[in-house]
Structure formats: C-alpha cells, structure tokens
C-alpha cells in the first residue's frame, strides 16, 4: 500500500490519458459529490457526455462548481485529462483565488494499456488511435513543470500496479 498524503481541504486535480483510470480512481477513492468530471459536465450542457464540440461549456461549469465547492470549504477533484499546463492552469488559478493547496495526482499508464482498456469499454464510441499517445505524450512532457504551476504536492502513480497499491491519506 503506498500512502499519498492530501490536505482535508484541496483541489486534487487528476492528470491523466484516457483509459488511465481516472474515473475509476475518483469512484474508488472520493465521493461522488467531490468529483467534478469534464464528461458529466459535457452532459450537462449537451446531452452527450462524449461531445467534444461541447469542450468551452464544459469546462466553464467545471471551473464554476469547482469554485463554489472551494469557496464552502470543500475538497474537490477535477477529473478530466488534464495533461497540458494549459488545462491546469485555470485549476491553480482557481485554488489560489481560495488559498486552497492544488495537488496533482498523475497516472502514468503506459499507451497500450490505456488503449487496451478502451477498446473494450462500453462507456464510450470509438476512440481514435492517435488520442492515446497523443495524451501520454503530453503528460510526460508538463512532469517537470508541474511544480513550478503551482503544484506544491505531486503524487506520480507509475503504471496500474502503483495505482492499485495506492490509498489516499487525509491530513487535516
Ligand atoms: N479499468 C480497468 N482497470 C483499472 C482501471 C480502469 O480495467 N485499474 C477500465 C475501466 O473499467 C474502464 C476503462 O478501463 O472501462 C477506463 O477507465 P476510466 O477510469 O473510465 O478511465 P479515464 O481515465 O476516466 O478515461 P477518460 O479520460 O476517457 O474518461
Ligand atoms: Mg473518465
């Protein structure tokens, strides 16, 4: 079992490919209510969890209850990719603005994996082949730049192995 140690209160943003397992690890280690999730919020506003067109929507609603969960003192995580600074940018923006801590949690999953996973899953269309690589690429890029975006806690999960073996440590 690996501890990650995680204030009472903070933004756990997850980071990501698709097909990681970030849905699952959010359902696994948060409640429901403390997640707030790109595709639900692709719903909410479209629908259709899997339209992509509905991306700015989204993730303004995401952005909007992640400020009013931080604001009533409530730790919340981001489960959405998250694998460009830019995408996580806002989210340090968001914590700050609450002088609250932003943590990153990264599954680090090798492509093949995360494409395995996704060819069998009945939650969501087709995928292209390209998107895996794509998201795995740009999560190892921004590894060495989480830090300096405001990330004071990294918690890097290497392969399903570590990220099975982990358990969330609530510190006050
Ligand atoms: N899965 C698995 N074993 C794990 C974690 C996930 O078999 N240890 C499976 C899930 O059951 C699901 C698929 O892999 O069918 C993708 O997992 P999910 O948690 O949904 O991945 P996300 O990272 O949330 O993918 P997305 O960004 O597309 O939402
Ligand atoms: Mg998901």
Do not use: W
């Not at 932003?102 to 087709?126: F, G, K, M, Q, Y």
């Not at 975006?149 to 510190?171: C, D, K, P, S, Y």
Request: with cysteine; hydrophobic share 40%.
């Amino acid at each position: 079992m690996t501890r990650l140690a995680v204030p009472d209160l903070c933004l756990v943003v997850l980071v990501g490919a698709t097909g990681s397992g970030k849905s699952s690890f959010a359902r696994r280690h948060f409640l429901p209510t403390q997640t707030v999730s790109s595709d639900t919020c692709r719903g909410v506003v479209s629908d259709d969890e899997g339209s992509q067109e509905a991306t700015k929507d989204a993730f303004d609603l995401v952005h909007y209850i992640v400020g009013k969960r931080l604001a009533a003192g409530r730790l919340t995580v981001v489960d959405a990719t998250n694998v460009k600074p830019e995408d996580r940018r806002h989210l340090v923006e968001v914590a700050r603005e609450h002088d609250v801590l932003p943590v990153a949690i990264v599954l680090d999953v090798p492509p093949e994996v995360c494409a395995e996973r996704n060819s069998t899953r009945p939650d969501r269309a087709h995928m292209p082949a390209h998107v895996v690589p794509r998201h795995v690429r740009e999560l190892r890029r921004g590894l060495r730049s989480l830090a300096r975006e405001g990330f004071r806690t990294v918690h890097h999960l290497r392969g399903a192995a570590e990220i099975e073996a982990a358990e969330i440590a609530l510190e006050p």
